[in-house]
């Protein structure tokens, strides 16, 4: 008797947040505070089921457009979204935590 079973493996990423508190940064593509630090796992994956981490990664990720980056000691950080700009003293009155630059005409 001959039967076929099919065997499905291969890698699948998964992404969750690092750590609980933490502050929103600059997306360098869609310039939206949404760039939060995460950990990227790969996993070995046996019929669909996740079995065996094999590569853990910290990195920055933004969670409108799925922009990353990776994240280290002394590798470069986007910037983080309520601090001015370099050189902008007097900022509007407007400006508020959470303010999103991406939408400058967005009606509250
Ligand atoms: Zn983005």
Request: proline share 13%.
């Amino acid at each position: 008797m001959f039967f076929c079973l099919p065997i499905f493996f291969g890698c699948q990423d998964t992404v969750k947040p690092d750590g609980n508190e933490q502050v929103a940064r600059i997306c360098p593509r869609c310039n939206n505070g949404s760039v939060f630090a995460a950990k990227k796992k790969t996993w070995f994956e046996f019929f669909f089921i996740p079995l065996i981490p094999f590569n853990t990664k910290h990195i920055w990720m933004c969670s409108i457009c799925q922009w990353a980056a990776p994240l280290g000691p002394g590798l470069w950080e986007p910037a983080i979204a309520y601090a001015p700009p370099q050189g902008w003293n007097s900022p509007p009155q407007s400006f508020q935590a959470g303010y999103n630059p991406g939408y400058p005409n967005q009606q509250k």
